[in-house]
């Protein structure tokens, strides 16, 4: 069975800091690089971080040096570090396996809200 759950959002003041997790399906989780989206009001969902198998990672420019990925193969879950928050990362924020597809599976997401 597909599963894909976030937690860790929340309002958070500019300048502060969240870390959000997502624990995954092993059918998703185990041999995908897996990432952190994220959708804006009136946005497209965006893909701000991945990490792949082996650990490496990649990041949006917007979120470069704020944000950190990481994977924890274990547990089936990945990991969002946000520091340094500003107002436009206020969003759901997803995860899933890179990339994703038409008609993909997703889960219901966490809320971050940054206010200035």
Known sequence: QVQLVESGGGLVQAGG?????C??????FRFNT???YRQ????????????FTAGGT??????RGRFTISRDNAKNTIYLQMNDLKPED????????????AFEYWGQGTQVTVSS
């Open 90 to 101: 206020t969003a759901v924020y997803y995860c899933n396996k890179v990339p994703t597809f």
């Open 58 to 63: 990649t990041y949006a420019d917007s979120v």
């Open 40 to 51: 804006a009001p009136g946005k497209q969902r965006e893909l701000v971080a991945r990490v």
């Open 23 to 28: 624990t995954a399906s092993g059918s998703i």
């Open 17 to 21: 800091s969240l870390r959000l997790s």
């Open 34 to 36: 897996m990432g952190w």
